[in-house]
T-cell receptor
């Protein structure tokens, strides 16, 4: 299957703390795992991604971890700011032509 | 950061009407994807192209949609007979040949009355 599960669906954190979102995938052939941030009325924007030859990637306050054995990957936002409030979607590529299969999204609210 | 262009941004149609939307991929990106994001934020892959050739499409697209990516013209996605359930954000993304990264355009928000 191509299903991607994402949890939690809603996440509220205090400004300055970290936020973590977890995803699992089914297809062991998946090798590309992007994360998108979507603000209300906007398109999803690619914020970070990881490929299956890595276990960890970090950029500008974002960390992604990949556990291929468990078919699990996660996004960690450190030192959250109100501007991080948005919907976040994980995705995994399918076996054909890099079609992406998305998780159901996490609504992150960072409270001042 | 995305240079994908989609038009129109908003589209309102009555049930049974045709609904057509267009996408200009980022320059140098021969692979184009169409996804549907419904009001529950669920994404559904519809179809993708490499240059003018269809790579993959789902059943619904094959039966109810008409899509093409002619050379030197925008790609297009057209619903032949709109249904209320087609109300959604239609997102076009493009990528390099063999590339993983997909950058989305602003989307076309379709409302079927």
């Amino acid at each position: 299957g191509e299903q991607v599960e994402q949890l939690p669906s809603i996440l509220r954190v205090q400004e300055g703390s970290s936020a973590s979102i977890n995803c699992t995938y089914e297809n062991s052939a998946s090798n590309y795992f992007p994360w998108y941030k979507q603000e209300p009325g906007e398109n999803p924007k690619l914020i970070i991604d990881i490929r299956s030859n890595m276990e960890r990637k970090q950029t500008q306050g974002l960390i992604v971890l990949l556990d291929k054995k468990a078919k699990r990957f996660s996004l960690h936002i450190t030192d959250t700011q109100p501007g991080d409030s948005a919907m976040y979607f994980c995705a995994a590529n399918g076996p054909n032509y890099n079609v992406l299969y998305f998780g159901s999204g996490t609504k992150l609210t960072v409270e001042p | 950061n995305s240079k994908v262009i989609q038009t129109p941004r908003y589209l309102v149609k009555g049930q049974g009407q045709k609904a057509k939307m267009r996408c200009i991929p980022e320059k140098g990106h021969p692979v184009v994807f169409w996804y549907q994001q419904n009001k529950n934020n669920e994404f559904k892959f519809l179809i993708n192209f490499q240059n003018q050739e269809v790579l993959q499409q789902i059943d619904m697209t094959e039966k109810r949609f008409s899509a093409e990516c002619p050379s030197n013209s925008p790609c297009s996605l057209e619903i032949q007979s709109s249904e209320a359930g087609d109300s959604a954000l239609y997102l076009c993304a493009s990528s390099l040949l063999g590339g993983d990264e997909q950058y989305f355009g602003p989307g076309t928000r379709l409302t079927v009355l």
